[in-house]
Every structure is written in structure tokens, then in C-alpha cells.
């Protein structure tokens, strides 16, 4: 149809991303792609990222090429160590141990492909409190832990192991909602604020 508004399509399976567009009223599709998710050999946790943030978008834009596509990854970073998701119950204890009364990075790499490619990496630092063993044991139980990156959910139950953070709070949900809507807006997007 002539005038159309261009689709949106979000390239991620991530519940948390979907409720992120979803509270500021855009409307959707999701496309999530099966990637090779293996880093690279010396290559650094912001490269990672970014490698598969586009690549994501760019597979999907390839399928749905009149559409405006955007690829998100997250990662969880200590020591340039990538904390991914945690295969089991013993796996996320020891994650939260890891991380527990240290600071660590949350990196998230968003990337846009429609009219133009726009990619950027947005980095905050989260400080976790020191932790009992009982309370870490305590969180696993909970089953949060499972499906997230560093074996924790600041917007859920996990808050309470956060003494604080530095930058955006949306970014260590998993999507940086400011920059992602200076990416959209540069890729012609109309928001739900605008229409009318």
C-alpha cells in the first residue's frame, strides 16, 4: 500500500525485549534466527556482541528486506570474561558467585537493518553486594536464573543482588532503550507517540 508505515521486526527470542517495545507501544513482528553463537578466537566481548547483533539483523532483513529490523545481544562480562546463561543449578551457583560483591559490565549490542545499517555497543557497569550462600542457593531455586546472562534478572527477583548500577537500566534488561530509538528513528521509524 502506497504511504505504509514500515513493519517492524524484532530478531530475538528475548521475552524481556519483546515487553521492553511492547511498555512503549510499538507494534511488532518477531523473527528470532538460529546463529552460531561461538566467539571468536581473541576476539573481545564488545566485538562478540556486535558480530551478533548484525548478524542477527542481517539475516532477517534478507528474509523481510522492505521491513525496519533490529538484532539485539547481551552479555554479561567480568574480567573480559562472557558470563553466558547458565546450563544448570551448579553452573548459575557459580556465576552468582563469581560476580557477588564485584562490579561487572553489561554490554548490549543493538544493530538495525531497513533504509540504512546502524550498530552500536552500550555498556553499563552493575554492582553486585556481597552474597551469603544461602541467598545465592536461595535465588537458584527460584529457577530466574536459568535463561539469563550472568545467572540473573535485575528486573526480577534479582534486584535484590544489585547495590547499585551505572548507566542505563534497560541495557542490563537486555535492550538500551534511548539509543535503540535514536537507531530507529535514524532508520525512519515512526513511534506510537508520533501517530496519529
Not at 537507531?183 to 508520533?194: D, E, H, I, V
Amino acid at each position: 500500500m502506497p504511504g505504509a508505515l514500515p513493519t517492524l521486526v524484532l530478531a530475538s527470542a528475548s521475552p524481556r525485549r519483546r515487553e521492553l517495545l511492547e511498555r512503549l507501544g510499538f507494534r511488532f513482528g518477531v523473527r528470532p534466527v538460529k546463529i552460531d553463537e561461538g566467539k571468536g578466537s581473541g576476539e573481545s566481548a564488545h566485538a562478540y556482541v556486535l558480530r551478533l547483533a548484525v548478524e542477527k539483523a542481517r539475516l532477517v532483513s534478507a528474509e523481510i528486506p522492505k521491513a525496519i529490523i533490529l538484532g539485539a545481544d547481551t552479555a554479561v562480562v567480568l574480567n573480559r570474561e562472557i558470563l553466558g546463561k547458565p546450563r544448570d543449578a551448579a553452573e548459575a551457583v557459580h556465576m552468582l558467585r563469581k560476580l557477588a560483591g564485584r562490579a561487572h559490565t553489561v554490554l548490549t549490542a543493538i544493530a538495525v537493518c531497513g533504509p540504512i545499517e546502524d550498530a552500536t555497543v552500550v555498556s553499563t557497569r552493575v554492582q553486585f553486594r556481597t552474597l551469603l550462600d544461602e541467598e545465592i542457593d536461595w535465588y537458584v531455586k527460584t529457577k530466574e536464573p536459568f535463561d539469563k546472562a550472568g545467572a540473573y534478572a535485575i528486573q526480577g527477583i534479582g534486584s535484590f543482588l544489585v547495590q547499585g548500577i551505572e548507566g542505563s537500566f534497560s541495557n542490563v534488561v537486555g535492550l538500551p532503550l534511548a539509543e535503540t530509538l535514536q537507531m530507529l528513528g535514524r532508520a525512519g521509524m515512526k513511534f506510537p507517540w508520533s501517530l496519529r
